[in-house]
């Protein structure tokens, strides 16, 4: 009785205030339950998924003749796609959620989104064709996280497949941004098998069959070198003199690698051809000024 007689004499600012605290502090604990459920379920999302990759390989394996690390590169790509899909619609169904528990009225918001959508589809398309985009690449495997590729003109190692950009870090470190729906073309050069290109010219009065030999002997003692041994697939093939050209003859010739290392050994190949040809006078074409 009396604590009833004290909260009948509380001024009627106070009990107003209490009235309201009775009213809002459940409401902020649902909404803090909310986004603590959202939070969560983006987490167990990305645990699942996480351990879902070893089943992922596992079935990929079965339908493609790949390697280890190009599945490891393949299960990476899905999860982390799969990963912002989840992510995205969760807290945008968290975020009307909390809106409803906040008293808005989400109904007219929704279907003002639904106009805007319709707006936004129309005067959009760009958006919409890279969105588009990106889930075709991640659905046809078309590149993958870690891949060496050229796209559109620009080369680089993939470091991102988002919705709506693919992101290449060049040789030089710079960052590239290129949106999906804009890709008209892709070199993927780190799929199943890579070649080690030579490419020379010489003067027409060299040698063409000891230039030859001393190329196909610089392949062999670059597949020889121990750094290359577990990279190389086969053995140099010849394409012959593929040009004759004013400044000389153009020989042509390659060998197969694992992807990604096709690089290393070309580099190392070129240098020794080079220092033999060099040492057997083999004459290259004078400089143009």
């Known amino acids: 009785?009396?604590?009833?007689?004290?909260?009948?004499?509380?001024?009627?600012?106070?009990?107003?205030?209490?009235?309201?605290?009775?009213?809002?502090?459940?409401?902020?604990?649902?909404?803090?339950v909310i986004l603590t459920g959202a939070?969560?379920?983006?987490?167990?999302a990305r645990r699942l998924l996480a351990r879902m990759r070893s089943y992922a390989t596992r079935a990929i394996d079965r339908h493609h003749d790949i390697s280890a690390e190009d599945l490891e590169k393949r299960a990476t790509?899905?999860?982390?796609?799969?990963?912002?899909?989840?992510?995205?619609?969760?807290?945008?169904?968290?975020?009307?959620?909390?809106?409803?528990?906040?008293t808005f009225?989400?109904?007219?918001?929704?279907?003002?989104?639904?106009?805007?959508?319709?707006?936004?589809?129309?005067?959009?398309?760009?958006?919409?064709?890279?969105?588009?985009?990106g889930v075709?690449?991640?659905?046809?495997?078309?590149?993958r996280i870690g891949d060496s590729v050229i796209i559109n003109?620009?080369?680089?190692?993939?470091?991102?497949?988002?919705?709506?950009?693919?992101?290449?870090?060049?040789?030089?470190?710079?960052v590239h941004f290129i949106p999906n729906g804009?890709?008209?073309?892709?070199?993927?050069?780190?799929?199943e098998y890579a070649y080690a290109m030579l490419e020379t010219t010489l003067a027409h009065a060299a040698d063409g069959d000891e230039a030859l030999a001393l190329i196909s002997q610089a392949a062999s003692?670059?597949?020889?070198?121990?750094?290359?041994?577990?990279?190389?697939?086969?053995?140099?093939?010849?394409?012959?003199?593929?040009?004759?050209?004013?400044?000389?003859i153009t020989i042509r010739a390659r060998i197969k690698t694992v992807p990604g290392k096709q690089g290393l050994v070309a580099r190392d190949w070129n240098r020794r051809a080079k220092l033999s040809l060099e040492q057997a006078k083999i004459p290259f074409p004078p400089a143009t000024t």
Do not use: C, Y
């Not at 075709?136 to 590149?143: A, F, K, N, S």
């Not at 003109?153 to 710079?174: D, F, W």
């Open 221 to 248: 003692e670059a597949i020889q070198n121990t750094q290359f041994k577990d990279w190389v697939l086969g053995k140099m093939e010849i394409l012959s003199m593929d040009r004759l050209a004013m400044r000389g």
């Open 39 to 44: 939070w969560l379920a983006t987490a167990i």
């Open 182 to 191: 804009s890709i008209n073309s892709i070199s993927n050069m780190t799929r």
């Open 153 to 174: 003109g620009i080369s680089g190692a993939v470091e991102e497949i988002n919705l709506r950009t693919t992101m290449l870090r060049g040789e030089n470190g710079a």
């Open 77 to 102: 790509t899905v999860a982390s796609g799969l990963t912002k899909i989840i992510g995205t619609v969760v807290w945008l169904v968290a975020i009307v959620m909390a809106l409803n528990e906040l």
């Open 105 to 133: 009225n989400v109904e007219p918001l929704l279907a003002g989104l639904g106009v805007a959508g319709l707006a936004l589809g129309l005067g959009a398309q760009a958006l919409i064709k890279d969105w588009i985009g």
């Open 136 to 143: 075709l690449i991640l659905v046809e495997d078309q590149i």
């Open 1 to 32: 009785m009396k604590g009833m007689q004290i909260a009948t004499n509380l001024p009627r600012e106070v009990a107003q205030s209490l009235a309201h605290a009775e009213f809002w502090i459940p409401r902020f604990v649902r909404v803090a």
